[in-house]
């Protein structure tokens, strides 16, 4: 049973910084690319970053590219995400996503509960 549990999220001031974990079990996490999504209030959910199943590539959503960096320790079977220059935008709630067997990295077949995201002074 695939299970995805994310962590580390919070109010943070603009300019700030929070890392988000995600702690994966019930598949073999180092044989999937995995992703980062949110949700704001009132929009539909947005993908916000990717990164292979080895970390040997990582992608990024223009409205973050520059201030997130995506990472994993497939040895624990964790999922990083490092938010840094946070703006009032970026609140949301935080998912943590398995991308499908050879599917973009947009594209999930699960996702956790997710980790809310404010940032407001």
């Known amino acids: 049973q695939v299970q995805l549990v994310e962590s580390g999220g919070g109010l943070a001031q603009p300019g700030g910084s929070l890392r988000l974990s995600c702690a994966a079990s019930?598949?073999?996490?180092?044989?999937?690319?995995m992703s980062w999504a949110r949700q704001a209030p009132g929009k539909g959910l947005e993908w916000v970053s990717g990164i292979y199943s080895d970390g040997s590539d990582t992608y990024y959503a223009d409205s973050v590219k520059g201030r997130f960096t995506i990472s994993r320790d497939n040895a624990k079977n964790t999922l990083y995400l490092q938010m840094n220059s946070l703006k009032p935008e970026d609140t949301a709630l935080y998912y943590c996503a398995k991308v499908s067997k050879g599917g973009a990295v947009y594209e999930y077949d699960y996702w956790g509960q997710g980790t809310q995201v404010t940032v407001s002074s």
């Open positions: 019930g598949f073999t996490f180092s044989s999937y690319a």
